[in-house]
């Protein structure tokens, strides 16, 4: 059973950056696709960044040009580079793996994180 342990979350200023990172238990390079979320309170859990294993990338219209995704097969991690953050990013992110990247589309899967929290704020 693949885990899945973000870390990095925690409170910034409007304009400022934060670097998630996910870990995955085992090799990530099995999971082919995978993706970071965001659930903020009262809202719906959206799709933020997701990437395959060719390395083809794709972002939410909201996040473009501030968000950056990543992986390292070494690591078995996959990181999100956040900056020029607002405080409608606040939110609790969340690392998937498991899913389809089709059509430069990601359609997540099954294994998720416990999530980490996001507080854009001054």
């Known amino acids: 059973q693949a885990q899945l342990v973000e870390s990095g979350g925690g409170l910034v200023q409007p304009g400022g950056s934060l670097r998630l990172s996910c870990a995955a238990s085992?090799?990530?390079?099995?999971?082919?696709?995978m993706g970071w979320y965001r659930q903020a309170p009262g809202k719906q859990r959206e799709l933020v960044a997701a990437?395959?294993?060719?390395?083809?990338?794709n972002y939410a219209g909201s996040v473009k040009g501030r968000f950056t995704i990543s992986r390292d097969n070494g690591k078995n991690t996959v990181d999100l580079q956040m900056t020029s953050l607002k405080p409608e990013d606040t939110a609790v992110y969340y690392c998937?793996?498991?899913?389809?990247?089709?059509?430069?589309?990601?359609?997540?899967?099954?294994?998720w994180g416990q999530g980490t929290q996001v507080t854009v704020s001054s």
């Open positions: 998937n793996a498991g899913g389809i990247y089709a059509n430069g589309r990601y359609y997540g899967g099954n294994y």
């Open positions: 085992g090799s990530i390079r099995s999971f082919g696709a």
């Open positions: 990437l395959n294993g060719g390395g083809s990338t």
